[in-house]
């Protein structure tokens, strides 16, 4: 899959993974002819693409470029805290990442959910995503890294993190899956 990935986001997560999403010098603008050279050099017959952030729904111009995409005959993939904007309607298959509270469209809407667990939940947030399970049916938990490193200098999944997700997998009796961030183990760019 190719990533584009978004600089920005309305909210300020601690822990964001996007190293320039506070930094507005950083960011570069690309006209979508452009963006689709550079895709197409990466990978001319690749037909899946995954928008990522930073936040994609607070991108301008998000719709028409998902539309261009889409006349490319691409497979679009979002990933999304939901906040900053609409799901334009290209969207093939959308990944939820709730951080804050949302309306109950977007959830309906998400092909799947996932949170991010940094330590065993309390009971009322683990009431909360169980509950979401069971509704949703596509819930994953994903242990939310900070930063440390092995000797090799792949990241080290915090046990207080993982402790976390198994106790609502386990509750869930397997309904909630376990999302591991696989390129980082692989040390994938
Ligand atoms: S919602 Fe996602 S992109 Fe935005 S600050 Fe939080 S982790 Fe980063």
């Not at 964001?16 to 506070?22: I, K, M, S, V």
């Not at 938990?141 to 792949?154: F, L, N, S, W, Y």
């Amino acid at each position: 899959m190719l990533f584009i990935r978004f600089h920005g986001c309305p909210l300020s997560c601690p822990w964001c993974d996007e190293p320039l999403h506070r930094d507005p010098a950083a960011r570069r603008d690309w006209q979508a002819e452009e963006l689709l050279a550079a895709l197409r050099q990466l990978d001319p017959h690749l037909p899946f693409i995954l928008l990522t952030g930073g936040e994609p729904l607070a991108v301008p111009g998000l719709a028409e470029l998902v539309n261009f995409l889409k006349a490319q005959g691409y497979w679009l993939a979002m990933e999304s805290s939901g906040v900053g904007g609409t799901i334009p309607e290209g969207i093939d298959w959308l990944t939820l990442s709730p951080k804050t509270a949302l309306t109950e469209e977007i959830y309906q809407r998400a092909n799947e959910i996932k949170y991010v667990i940094d330590t065993p939940p309390t009971a009322r947030r683990s009431r909360e995503i169980m509950q979401r399970a069971q509704q949703h049916g596509n819930v994953w938990v994903q242990p939310r890294a900070d930063g440390q490193r092995d000797a090799a200098g792949r990241e080290i999944i915090p046990p207080q993190a993982l402790a976390g997700c198994l106790q609502l997998i386990r509750q869930s009796a397997g309904t909630i899956r376990l999302s591991l961030q696989t390129h980082k183990w692989a040390q994938l760019p």
